[in-house]
């Protein structure tokens, strides 16, 4: 299924294979995977990714591009894996 969605509170995981264990508190998803962050204004790009929600942690690896949007600016933080 393409753009699969699962969303917490505060953070909604979207992408093509996605994975949900609601007493761990863990999802995963492989393939075209965003993670938007609602709380840190941020959207995390990647090929493969995990959240932990009791951690408050997610997970990106593979071609992974991070975007904060701010009040006064924007970054843009590109790398081949990334840890939030």
Known sequence: MKHAKIEYDLKTLVGDSLYFDKRRQFSSGSNNIVILDTVNKTVVKGHYGEIHKAKDSMFITKKSGNHHF???????ICTGNGYL
Do not use: L
């Open 70 to 76: 701010g009040r006064e600016k924007t970054r843009c």
